[in-house]
């Protein structure tokens, strides 16, 4: 059983590298964003609060996050899938503390973070265009800059934070998709002995 986090910004490709990571290693996919997001979809009370933040760029506030979070993983459980890729969680030093409780309780721990590394520019691009094809809410020019900048301000010192607990995993995320998977898939291998299972 293997449980893995895919950091980076927003845009950086965490759910495109995620996918490919659930179907290479049979992990369950766990994003917090694509839960809030079908919460907002099918207008529950969670969604209404989950879309007030949301729409602005901001954070859900942590306690909420992590009983949303503690939830999940029981459908995790009740699924029988060993192994968890978590994207988009934690995004806070208090959220990574969290998680490490809700793990122990679980009699597991967290093995290694995949971090994707990409300029800003490069990722509003992303975001602008991914706007203009699929209409996320969140893709406009004013979230997109309250996001990175909360980004910056409240997650990004989640690097240093796995850097030195040796969790993180530095990952060039500009390039060619395929190309990016390899590298993690080699990163990851070498760091945690997981293996394929196809
Ligand atoms: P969330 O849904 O997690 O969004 P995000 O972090 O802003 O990231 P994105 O989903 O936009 O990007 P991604 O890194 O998944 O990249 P993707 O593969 O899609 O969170 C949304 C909101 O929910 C937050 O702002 C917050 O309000 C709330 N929230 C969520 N989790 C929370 C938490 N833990 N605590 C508090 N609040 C929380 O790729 C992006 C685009 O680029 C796609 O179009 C893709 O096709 C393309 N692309 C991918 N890879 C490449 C490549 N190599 N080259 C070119 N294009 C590429
Ligand atoms: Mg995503």
Redesign the pocket.
């Known amino acids: 059983m293997l449980n893995i986090v895919i950091f980076?910004?927003?845009?950086?490709?965490?759910?495109?590298?995620?996918a490919k990571l659930i179907d290479k290693y049979g992990l369950f996919h766990i994003?917090?964003?694509?839960v809030?997001?079908e919460h907002i979809k099918n207008g529950t009370e969670l969604g209404k609060i989950?879309d007030s933040?949301?729409s602005k760029?901001?954070?859900?506030?942590?306690e909420l996050?992590i009983s949303i979070?503690d939830s999940v993983l029981e459908q995790q459980a009740k699924a029988g899938i060993s192994g968890v890729v978590f994207?988009?969680?934690?995004?806070?030093i208090p959220?990574a503390e969290a998680l490490n409780g809700l793990l122990q309780k679980r009699g597991t721990e967290l093995h290694a973070v995949i971090g994707?590394e990409v300029p800003e520019e490069?990722l509003i691009d992303?975001?602008l265009?991914?706007g203009k094809?699929?209409g996320?809410a969140?893709?406009n020019p004013d979230t997109i800059k309250n996001?990175l900048q909360?980004?910056h301000n409240q997650t990004h010192p989640l690097r240093e934070y796995y850097t030195k607990e040796e969790k993180y995993l530095a990952i060039n995320?500009?390039?060619?998709?395929d190309e990016?998977f390899n590298e993690i898939s080699t990163g990851l291998e070498a760091k945690t002995g997981i293996k394929s299972t196809k």
Do not use: H, N, W
């Not at 994207?87 to 806070?92: N, V, Y």
């Not at 995320?173 to 998709?177: D, L």
């Open positions: 980076g910004a927003p845009g950086s490709g965490k759910g495109t590298q995620s994003s917090t964003g694509e809030l997001r989950a933040y949301i760029g901001q954070l859900i506030p942590d996050m979070l994207d988009g969680f934690p995004r806070t959220q994707l490069e992303r975001m265009s991914r094809l699929t996320r969140d893709d996001r909360v980004y995320g500009m390039g060619i998709v990016i």
